[in-house]
């Protein structure tokens, strides 16, 4: 007995894992947001406070501040309009084909907003635009009907990419609501107008609310749109700027600066949104999750049924169909600005995307990029949740809290603390690499691995694992043989739901890149900026191939295999 | 040399005192259940004895061998201890079919193959699994569940048994049957068991020895009967059956209730005071025709008189509330015998009673 005295004091798996994690939480995100804490706050050594509010205080950073809250509160307003009606009319009313209809409402997803924004550029610039030339000829007008290049088309825009996340929010928890709510109002003598105002209304206005503050958050930090629309006419918001200020400075620390005192008000911002909306979704899980299979009370559209289905399509159409046809017309033409007829057009733009350099390069770096931190951050995230959903320790209330970090750092912000962290600081100089960009996609990703895995780690009941220990097995031992495949459909899911997003990301990359170092969204935006925007449209049509086919065969691959969980799912959470 | 030794095992979370310094041996073939309420730390020392939760006092040993001691700050970890566990969510890994879920743990130890398979066609066939060894769980009923669970714990012959509730996600009936087919295999195979549960009725029929505990005390230890019958305290005689507590007031060994002038029961214990409680079990209360309670002689058993307030039938068994001075108490009679109905009044003897102090210190 006395050989295995020692077994307390062993380093043992849990240990090991536990150190790891805190790692790497510290390595990839703690740290960057330390230096840019650090750099916004101190200067020389000291701490600064009138610095900081001197530079707040510039008129132009003043007015990228302003136009960011403008963007962001118009983008949240119309979303969530837009994405509340939809979903109500889905999942509420004897819409015709709504199975079909929900799946279209999603589509703009599929759509990179910042390839929106070209497409839309194309048709509705106040110069060149087609559609304004078109109307200007038509009705003889003097100047363009439409400035899609000003903060209400930004808003627009936005608005057009980001609604399903309000959709998504909202649609699920009208199906997911006890639909004897609803009924009990009924028989109490309410019509059908009355309980959707006091009774259906109220139920889901957290899912409402949380799904807002999705969309806050994305559009205070989003970079695509705004960069495509604005710059050209001197607007900008923050996460602009920032790229503003450093380019136009080639990198000098002063531009850094103002770019860590401005991502510091999105940091804080983003963790002000996600702490209400936590708030929010924890109020509303209680009220609205009840029994299944239940039909919901359904409002007859009777004389509007055919007439809301017609808006709804012209919608998917003019949003997602207009905007990908454009690009693919684009991409095809000889020079920028011909009209679209077939004698100016050609397929070699397609066929050059694939020999010229700057394509080539790019195409190749996103795809390596994105697998490679999909699945180094599928791993660090498995190990990561496991830590903070399985394993008890004093302190771990830290590990949550660098936890949650990723999900409040917006890419722009992840961007500058990489920059700060990696270009030489600590004898590691990553600038200009490839690496760059794949420690900052960790980073970026991070909040996604650990959601999706923390999602099916909780599933797996405790006693799974103790039946493993009982029976022999040590605690690497039924990690491996027991948890490890019963999560394994989480980890893949995870996986993919980093490698989509990945793909086609702007934000972060935009500020990392070097001379070799473009990644598609990289690429379309410069090449656009540099005036090749035939070049941009084709690079951004063969973008648009690779996320449609990648989406749906992913999904399909996803469905298939949470099929093939579900059996498996029936007892891994027994009540206990 | 006990099986399985407790030492004044202590556990602590936060603030709370799951367990508090439980001494107990359980000796070698024992079936030994832990009964109590829930939160009442009977799975917080199961699971200490699993080798799942360290002790923060205390001292666990098996065979004389020590497995976990605060004193010498030793712990020996689960996978190492060579006990058989069964779950009270099953706990049957999902991803695995019937056959290489029992197979796990002696795979593990590395056994070799004609051995493994030998010990898992053993193990099924105890529990009536061989015709659906290739199967996996998922599709597979809750008993059925309840078995790979069985059949998985008793695959490496397992020095001591370890079940947390394992029937309390089945039903009645299927609740029944197996706690014949648990018995029967530890019969079979005469492994130790700690069988922990809320529920009297399963201790009662399992266990050869069981312990009673509230609040991480132990309240009583002993054999079935002798807990039932003589319970040390109100919380064990509460616990363990239907029970009926009457206030009341003690001249010379004989009690009379509160707000009635004849004497209930005679016999209590002279240490008691003069003012005690009278416990009995709403079975062993029986009705007495009005003459021979008022002709009674004075060393027959006492009646009292009593009025019928409420009256139910259950099943087979008439279910009554009966109002005697002011006290309440229940009364359950077999439908056929003759039994009072609502409303009317009539006398009523204690054949069993037990007496406890009237103020119950908080063990």
């Known amino acids: ?576 | 040399m006990s099986q399985l030794e407790l030492i004044d095992v202590t556990k602590r979370f936060g603030e709370v005192t799951a367990v508090n310094r439980l001494n107990l041996r359980v000796e070698k073939g024992e079936c030994f259940s832990f009964l109590g309420p829930s939160g009442c730390g009977k799975t917080t020392t199961l699971r200490m004895i699993a080798g799942f939760e360290d002790l923060d006092e205390g001292e666990l040993k098996v065979e004389g061998s020590v497995y976990s001691s605060s004193y010498k700050k030793f712990y020996l970890p689960p996978e190492k201890r060579d006990f058989g566990m069964v779950f009270q969510a099953f706990a049957v890994w999902p991803h695995l079919t019937v056959r290489e879920n029992v197979a796990f743990p002696l795979r593990i130890r590395h056994r070799p193959k004609h051995e493994i398979d030998e010990r898992v066609k053993m193990a099924l066939t105890s529990t009536n699994l061989l015709k659906i060894q290739d199967s996996y769980p998922g599709r597979l009923s809750g008993g059925e569940q309840q078995r790979i669970a069985l059949a998985r714990a008793i695959a490496i012959n397992p020095k001591v048994m370890l079940l947390d509730e394992p029937l309390s996600n089945l039903d009645a009936k299927l609740r029944e049957e197996m706690r014949f087919e648990i018995k029967a295999l530890q019969k079979k195979f005469g492994f130790t068991i700690i069988y922990v549960t809320h529920d009297q009725a399963e201790a009662m029929a399992l266990s050869d020895r069981m312990l009673v505990m509230s609040n991480g005390v132990v309240q009583q230890v002993g054999k079935p009967l002798e807990i039932y019958h003589k319970p040390a305290n109100r919380f064990v005689f509460s616990f363990i059956g239907l029970s009926n507590f009457l206030p009341v007031s003690i001249r010379e060994g004989a009690a009379t209730i509160d707000g009635t002038d004849r004497i209930a029961a005679r016999g209590a214990p002279g240490d008691l005071g003069s003012r005690a409680v009278l416990a009995c079990r709403p079975s062993d209360i029986s009705f007495v025709p009005q003459s021979e309670a008022e002709h009674g002689s004075s060393e027959s058993k006492p009646a009292v008189p009593g009025l019928v307030v409420r009256r139910t039938y259950l099943g087979d068994i008439v279910d009554m509330k009966l109002k005697v001075g002011n006290a309440e108490l229940r009364v359950q009679k077999h439908v056929k015998a003759a039994s009072p109905r609502e409303g009317e009044r009539c006398f009523i003897r204690f054949n069993t009673v037990l007496w406890y102090p009237e103020e119950e210190r908080n063990r």
Not at chain 1, 156 to 168: D, K, N, Q, R, T
Not at chain 1, 230 to 246: A, V, W
Not at chain 1, 438 to 443: H, L, N, R, T
């Open chain 1, 1 to 576: 007995m006395t050989a295995t005295l020692a077994e307390k004091k062993k380093l043992d798996v849990s240990k090991i894992v536990l150190l790891f994690s805190i790692l790497i939480l510290v390595v990839i995100v703690a740290v960057p947001v330390l230096l840019i804490l650090i750099t916004a706050f101190f200067e020389n050594g000291k701490f600064n406070i009138a610095g900081v509010a001197k530079i707040l205080s510039d008129p132009d950073t003043y007015q990228a501040l302003l136009n960011s809250l403008v963007i962001a509160a118009g983008t949240t307003v119309v979303s969530t309009i837009m994405g509340t009606f939809f979903a109500w009319l889905v999942a509420r009313t004897d819409l015709p084909f709504k199975n079909t209809m929900k799946a279209l409402f999603l589509v703009p997803f599929m759509l990179p907003s910042f390839i929106g924004a070209l497409a839309w550029k194309v048709l509705l610039s106040p110069r060149s635009g087609y559609i304004n030339k078109l109307l200007m000829a038509i009705f003889g007008l003097e100047r363009a009907p439409f400035d899609i290049m000003s903060l209400g088309g930004i808003i627009a825009i936005e608005s057009m990419y980001l609604f399903p996340f309000v959709f998504l929010q909202v649609a699920g928890a009208l199906e997911r609501m006890d639909p004897t709510l609803e009924e009990s109002a009924r028989i109490s003598g309410a019509d059908l107008f009355t309980i959707t105002r006091k009774i259906t209304l109220p139920l889901v206005m957290p899912s409402i609310l949380a799904g807002a503050l999705l969309v806050a958050l994305y559009s205070l930090s989003h970079f695509g749109v705004p960069a495509i629309l604005g710059t050209e006419k001197g607007i900008f918001n923050i996460p602009t700027k920032i790229y503003e200020r450093i380019y136009s400075s080639g990198g000098s620390f002063g531009a850094i600066r103002v770019g860590t005192i401005l991502s510091t008000i999105l940091v804080i911002s983003a963790a002000l949104i996600l702490k209400l909306q936590d708030m929010l979704l924890k109020k509303g899980q209680y009220q609205v999750i009840a029994g299944k299979s239940m039909r919901p009370v359904v409002l007859k559209l009777r004389g509007l049924k055919y007439p809301l289905l017609a808006i709804s399509i012209i919608y998917i159409g003019i949003t997602v169909i207009l905007p990908t046809i454009t690009i693919f017309l684009v991409g095809g033409l000889k020079t920028y600005g011909l009209p679209f007829q077939l004698k100016y057009m050609t397929l070699d733009n397609y066929l050059k995307i694939f020999q010229w350099k700057i394509t080539k390069d790019a195409i190749w770096n996103s795809i390596y990029l994105s697998v490679g931190a999909a699945f180094v951050t599928m791993l660090a995230g498995t190990m990561i949740s496991y830590v903070i959903v399985k394993m008890k320790f004093r302190g771990k209330f830290i590990l949550q809290f660098l936890g949650v970090l990723p999900f409040s750092l917006p890419g722009t912000v992840i961007a500058l603390g990489v920059i700060l962290a990696w270009s030489g600081r600590f004898g590691i100089n990553l600038y200009n690499t490839p690496w760059i960009i794949f420690v900052a996609y960790i980073a970026r990703y991070m909040a996604f691995a650990i959601k999706s895995s923390s999602a099916s780690l909780s599933q797996v009941s405790d006693s799974l694992e103790e039946a493993g220990r009982a029976c022999g097995a040590t605690h690497w031992q039924s990690l491996k043989d027991i948890v490890l495949p019963l999560i394994r459909p989480g980890m893949v899911s995870a996986f993919f739901l980093i490698l989509l997003p990945a793909l086609r990301e702007l934000t972060t990359s935009v500020l990392l890149y070097g001379p070799t170092t473009r990644t598609i969204g990289v690429a379309i935006y410069t090449l656009n900026e540099d005036g090749e925007t035939v070049k941009a449209a084709a690079l951004a049509s063969i973008a648009l191939i690779i996320i449609f086919v990648g989406e749906t065969s992913i999904r399909k691959f996803l469905a298939k295999l949470e099929q093939r969980a579900a059996k498996v799912e029936e007892i891994k959470n027994v009540p206990a």
